[in-house]
């Protein structure tokens, strides 16, 4: 694409865009991301391909491979707009009949539809299967309007007029102040409000200011971030350049996976499209703004995305938490203030400052504003990505968009955050969908991976699994994390073979107690949470493995004696 | 540089800016307990044994004091039975390791710590970081270094430097806490006789 | 791996040595494992001391010190596959082909990893096998899979 130098030219860019396109015209979006990648579906793509033409209809249908359609249960999905029809576990033997029922606009093809589980009944347009219907896909729903390596799909769907209102019809100060009154709070875990931690960046002495993704996204059932960033990366990159702009950074840095070869592929592509139609790189617009990004990888290990370590990494450095009391957001990158987001945060930005502060604070509970990206996995019927209006009841997410447990077993537990979160059991289910809410529960949302547990499931054996995946993904730095967590796992260990002793539960709890004080880093702090919150709930089926030597949900291989 | 006031252990001190609590405490003859410090290298906050309770602005907070620097108007606690707990717990957690440390066992001894608490682990290191750094930091060879992440963290020597450099230093044996350095450097070495 | 090929990766990244884990990523990616003269020529191109090279490689579960099998397992151990019978396709693994995570079998055919999360929990158990996801896997399927890898 051509440089686009002014305000004016990205508009007149963007109609030109529009008006090449028939906007009668249909398109068939082809889930590619992993899962339904694993089912086949590069197959899937290129058979609809090859339809397309076979039929003649380039330039009528548009085929796109795009990025995670969130339905992975049913995978590959298939969704057809304008009609919004939307297709389920798609073959590509399959394609023929779909390209011509698009072509003709014949009725929808039944036996590709969404199917009730319990009625049996198809489902024709998208928004009536349960599983989207009570979503608000806000950020999440372009993936299936745009094609992830197109600019011009992105400036089509009115991409980047964001960043040009930001910086031709608001000062940088104007742009913090916007985000503060938004409220929006950090997507990544602890849901500190991003515009506080903005201004503290923006305010601190150094100089040069840096702006941050973490896109590291190492939480266990956590895949929301990449299925986002792989799907739509012009949209976090958009937010990232606004919130340089407000900050005052003029580099930053994305830190992603490395063992994602798609999101690589787009993110990398998107940078390139992006500095040479002079939306990133110098004089930005033609607004006099620079800034420009670089690209880093995690090499596989979950304490690198602590933000202390993630910068560490950054500088090429061991990814160990600094012992020091100051914040990153003052001196973090070469210890210059960085502000640190995540890609769920920015992905956020460029709709708040086009629909204002009103549109996303009308959305959620009191302190918890706009939707939120739910990874759903462990034993829901219904595995995928899911975006919700915060104070949605984790019941509507679990049981309608979940579909429930799979395989006629019963709720037990929802659990939140991964290795450093908690579970709640079955019978609170009817709590929204809150930072705070949650938090007070001992079930703090995190990056949003919402795992369901069914009833033949032990909680001592989850905890246990938990407790070994930090103790080889922390860092080893300092004594409470890396022994305590040594010695609870042997505890743990102990209790799920039937070696239990009296006195394992205060010893858990002692070495908690210390580890959540005495941590350098908030890993070692957070990491005795799943403990707390299953002794919180579920002490019972402790004790019944030490006391009686029993696991309750038949899970543990205890011998009996 | 300025004066900064604070209290510490009910003592009025005056320190200077840019000093850690550790350093201030000392001026008043307030010993906080240390594992992984030295004064001649950079703090590290690795043992957290110097876990200290700071109240500030109405609120408390546990920090490290051989990291945290002094700020006006705190209060520092240096014992209380919080923090003792954090310290027995600590110390149990490490005499896991190394039962048999002269320095452990005498803070164990202050902390009530039991020693058969937590089961017996097989390696000596309580993983300080006293030998990595001082050779890092004061030598500059880097002779060892730590492997590994965390629970399987183990120091290691680089045997082509080790050969080299070692056998005419040994500054880093004496710093050791619970000899384990000496175990790990004679493997080293065992190692390059076998290869 | 040549000099001439590792200079021209360090070279790549202007021999910052901030640069260190981009470097060590791309020589593992190009030759699958990082050999002790690869390490020593990043320690002397970029200054930085051969003994906190040693400690980044050694750090990093990506980085691997000895040469890899011709196939690649990576075996899905995040929370949705473990619930659902990952430690099962580990076993399957281990009695096919005799290896345990971190190893590589005496005849170089495979090396397992588990890594965490492929983000493709719908499937779980999920094994990777040379970038191909294999999923919903019992022992006989992961045991064909293994079978069909030449």
Redesign the interface.
Known sequence: MQRIGSPEKLEEIRKAILEARDPKASSIAICAAPNCHALGNGAVVDAFEKEVKAQGLEGKVRVMATGCLGFCEMGPVVIVNPSNICYVQVGADDAAEIVSQVANGEKPIERLLYADPDTGERVEALDKIPFYREQSRILIGDNARIDPTSLEDYLAIGGYAALSKALFAMTPEAILDEVKESNLRGRGGGGFPAGRKWETTRNAPGEEKYVIVNGHEGEPGAFMDRALFTGNPHLVLEGLIIGARAIGATKGFIYTRHDSPMLLANLNRALEQAREAGLLGNDILGSGFDFDVEVHFDVGIFVSGESSALMRSLEGNMPEPRPKYVRTSVSGVNDMPSNLNNVETWANVPYIINNGVEWFAGMGTEKSNGSKLISLSGSARNIGVVEVEMGTSLKTVVETIGGGVANGKKLKAVHFGGPMGGSIPGDMIDTPLDFDELGKLGAPMGAGALLVIDDETCMVSLTRYFVEFLTKESCGKCTPCREGMRQMLNILNDICSGEGRPGDIERLEEIADTMSVASLCSLGKTAPDPLRSALRYFKAEYEAHINEKKCPAGDCAIEAN | MSEVRLTIDGKEVAATEGMTLLEAARTVGVEIPTLCHHDKLE???????C?VEVEAWGRTK???GC???VEADIVVRTRSE?ID??RK??LE??L??APDSHDLAEMAKEYKADPE???R?SSFC??C?LCVRYC?EIKGK????????????EISF?P??AAKECWDCKECFPLCPTSALQAAYVLARSFEDVG | MTQDKIDQIIDKFEAKPRALIMILMDIQHHNRWLPKEALERVSERLGVPLAKVQQIAAFYKTFSLVPKGDHELHVCTGTSCHLRGAQKVLDTVYEVAGIRPGETDSESKFSLTAVNCMGACSLGPVMMVDGQYHGRLAPSKTEDVLKNVK
Do not use: W
Request: include cysteine.
């Open positions: 703090p590290y906050g690795g043992c957290r044994v876990t546990y920090v490290v990291v945290y620097p919080k707990q954090i717990t600590i957690l490490m896991a390791h608490k937590y089961r682990e309580i993983h970081g890092d880097n002779a060892v270094t730590f492997v590994d992440q965390g629970a399987s963290r680089i082509e430097i």
